[in-house]
């Protein structure tokens, strides 16, 4: 005697699936947007509070848009009754490769660093010369400088038009 119908296979198999495919998309996080995107830009830097991040309206030709946004902070407020949650950032710094990942006519990788004019703390390296640009954009200090040992020419980057507002970056979608 068959106590089950024939169909009760079917019927198992097609709720373990829908099961399955619930958990999947449960458990997956969700898609980062691309680098490339002014959505993902501001992800990045909406991790901490303090200083913005000022960008070049237009990239120096050869070179690409940047995979990662990073912060610096003296300050230490965990346990600190009172004190933000978030992180508030000193200096910002991104890294700019010549496109294709190799240099290209012997371009550096660049990376530039910002912090307020009128902090203490060197939070971005100081100096100016063949391997370092000083420049300013409003109350903030742009430090741009080569990372690379063999190509060191940062001259490109001394007229790049600087900014606060990821909306005019040219080279985000």
Known sequence: M?????????WIALGLAAVA???????????????STREFVRTELDVADGVQMVLPIELPAGYDYPTEYDYDTWQITEGTPGASKRPHAESRSTTFFPTGGTARARLPIVIMCVQPVNLKQEMCPTTSGSRNLQLRHQ???????????????????QDVELTTDIDKVTWLH
């Open 2 to 10: 068959n106590l089950a119908p024939r169909w009760m296979p079917l």
């Open 139 to 157: 109350q903030t200090r742009v430090t741009v400088y080569a990372a690379s040992k063999d190509a060191y020419d940062v001259s490109a980057w």
């Open 21 to 35: 495919f619930l958990w999947s998309h449960v458990t997956t996080p969700p898609e980062r947007p691309e680098p």
